[in-house]
């Protein structure tokens, strides 16, 4: 079993800067892909960016160029380093992890004001 908790959320203006953190704890040997989704009010879950245990990392095209996924295998802890925020972003971030069986935070909340 993993137990990830995410910290870092908060209220912010658009333009400004948020960095997320995951904590990661338990069976963690067994995970390659960690990740971040977000699921705004009314709208499905989606991805935000990935990256594998190699440092492989993908992104969603809406925050491309803006955040920057990264992780501390040593640490047990995974990061998104949010920059020039938009209100679009403002989400419900979840932290995600997989490998066999696939585990998710509780969600911190972003908010950005215009």
């Known amino acids: 079993q993993v137990q990830l908790v995410e910290s870092g959320g908060g209220l912010v203006q658009a333009g400004g800067s948020l960095r997320l953190s995951c904590a990661a704890s338990?069976?963690?040997?067994?995970?390659?892909?960690m990740g971040w989704y977000r699921q705004a009010l009314g709208k499905q879950r989606e991805l935000v960016a990935l990256?594998?245990?190699?440092?492989?990392?993908n992104y969603a095209d809406s925050v491309n160029g803006r955040f920057t996924i990264s992780r501390d295998n040593a640490k047990n802890m995974m990061y998104l380093q949010m920059n020039s925020l938009k209100p679009e972003d403002s989400a419900v971030y979840y932290c995600?992890?997989?490998?066999?069986?696939?585990?998710w935070g509780q969600g911190t909340q972003v908010t950005v004001s215009s």
């Open positions: 338990g069976s963690i040997f067994s995970l390659n892909v």
């Open positions: 990256i594998s245990s190699s440092r492989n990392t």
């Open positions: 995600y992890a997989g490998g066999t069986k696939g585990f």
